[in-house]
């Protein structure tokens, strides 16, 4: 790695990508598994009409970003571009987080600490990823 700082940014952003694969399995598995649960934990209130089927099938999509993010970390030093491909897939959450906030009410006290991170940490994510895949791809051109 050429610069100093290199190491520290390959090291962040393993710890992103794992924790975000972590958090990913636990809530697709939540949302697919136990709908009510999840509803009582974010809004205090029982899931009604089709509220279920569509947290399912954001579950889908959580699943999916938890096979990219572990493609990303299988391939992170063969294939930088999964990294590119991650940074895409978090840009993409941190609108559907924004708009779950501003539109699924009421929320819980422990639904806004959960929450309204979230844009933040994938905005600032995308940022992490793209800089890893511009040092790896840089270093594997060399």
């Keep these: 790695m ?4 290199a190491r520290s940014v390959v090291t962040l952003t393993l710890v992103y990508l794992w924790g975000g694969l972590a958090l990913d399995v636990v809530i697709s598995i939540l949302a697919w598994t136990d709908p009510e649960q999840w509803f009582s934990f974010f809004h205090d209130s029982a899931p009604q009409g089709l509220e279920p089927a569509l947290l399912r099938r954001a ?14 970390l299988i391939f992170i030093r063969r ?3 999964w990294l590119a ?8 959450d941190v609108f559907t987080d924004l708009f779950y906030m501003l539109s699924a009410r009421p929320l ?3 639904g806004w600490l959960v929450l309204a991170p ?4 994938n ?3 995308v940022f992490l990823l793209l800089r890893c895949y511009a040092l790896l ?5 060399k």
């Design 137 to 141: 791809s840089a270093e594997s051109s």
């Design 2 to 5: 050429s610069w100093p700082g």
């Design 108 to 110: 819980t006290a422990h």
């Design 59 to 72: 579950a889908g999509q959580w699943t999916a970003f938890a096979l990219a993010q572990a493609l990303a």
């Design 123 to 125: 905005a600032a994510g």
């Design 85 to 92: 491909i991650m940074a895409g897939i978090r840009l993409s």
């Design 118 to 121: 979230l844009p933040l940490i």
């Design 79 to 81: 294939q930088p571009i």
